[in-house]
């Protein structure tokens, strides 16, 4: 991807000053942090805002964040109507309610990059940047499986009921089939920590022996972690969460045996989308279509490669 990125960015840059006399305006929308995932991207995505107005002279980016599916709807009508985008990368808070804005943006002949959170309706963006759902449960399913080969019993917490929850578990489910690990329970915690310190207090409760925990996501994980912490039990070997939490990532770094690995979801996707929206935006280089970026198992030997220190997740 780094090797892409870089070479669409020196075609950026030497693009006809042409491209340089029209000074041409990108929207990002994006939800507000209000958890640890959504507080990492919006570090990305300020870090690459700030980065590319250097890069590109030609560009003027307005970045907006939202609390919510209205506030953000909001955000994207004022930037039509204030700014005069011409183009939008958007990471809806919901599919639905951001569908219509972001379709009359499309229609108003803007392009669209679309991130993470797919809309209502097919094929109104230019461009869809996203993780590997499927593959994030996977590689979580293998290393699993690699950690418990004489099998053993799990609980797993899901996320929101989405279909990228479904992608992710189907993932899961499929890498750890016939390896002898048995799911005893699995409910939803919501990927929030609140949630899923309650969903594992009553796995505690229900279950006298859990070998071990897919949290499939570092703030569920977290709660995880609480529960068993504030329940006294020794029988739970490991939890594994995902996304590539700041803490996380420490801690495999640190070797810490409850959090041996973790799975990547980067939320410097939203970064991806940004970089190659203005590649879209002032050169010739084809970037429209699909960009999937894959899961990338995380272990004490390449952890250091996905910490980074100043992010806030």
Do not use: C
Not at 52 to 59: A, G, I, K, R, S
Not at 92 to 111: I, K, M, N, R, Y
Not at 226 to 255: H, P, S, T, W, Y
């Amino acid at each position: 991807m780094k090797n892409i990125l870089a070479g669409a960015t020196a075609i950026a840059l030497g693009a006809s000053a042409a491209y340089a006399q029209d000074t041409k305006v990108i929207g990002v929308s994006i939800p507000a942090a209000t958890h640890g995932w959504a507080g990492g991207m919006n570090y990305h995505a300020q870090e690459t805002v700030e980065r590319l107005e250097e890069v590109y002279p030609q560009l003027d980016f307005v970045l907006a964040t939202a609390s919510d599916a209205g506030k953000q709807v909001n955000d994207i009508e004022d930037m039509v109507a204030t700014r005069n985008i011409s183009a939008l990368v958007v990471l809806p808070f919901e599919s639905d309610p951001l569908t219509p804005p972001v379709q009359a943006v499309a229609d108003s002949g803007a392009w669209v990059t679309v991130v993470d959170r797919g809309l209502s309706v097919e094929g109104i963006e230019d461009l869809y940047v996203a993780g590997d759902n499927e593959g994030f449960g996977r590689v979580s399913g293998e290393y699993m499986a690699s950690k418990m080969p004489d099998g053993g019993k799990i609980v797993v917490l899901r996320g929101i009921p989405t279909t990228i929850d479904n992608m992710r578990v189907e993932g899961f489910e499929g890498a750890i089939e016939g390896s002898g690990i048995e799911i005893i329970g699995m409910e939803h915690g919501n990927w929030n920590r609140d949630d899923s310190f309650n969903v594992m207090q009553d796995f505690l409760s229900k279950y006298d022996q859990i070998d071990a925990v897919w949290a499939s996501d570092d703030d569920m994980a977290v709660g995880v972690l609480a529960a068993i912490d504030a329940a006294g039990r020794d029988d739970v070997q490991f939890v594994l969460g995902g996304a590539g939490m700041k803490e996380m990532v420490k801690r495999v770094m640190d070797g810490d045996s409850m959090i041996p690995a973790d799975v990547t979801y980067p939320p410097s996707m939203i970064a991806t989308a940004i970089e190659m929206t203005a590649v879209g935006l002032t050169s010739n280089a084809p970037v429209a279509g699909t960009f999937t970026i894959g899961s990338v198992l995380i272990t004490p030997e390449n952890a250091e490669q996905f910490y980074y220190p100043d992010s806030p997740f």
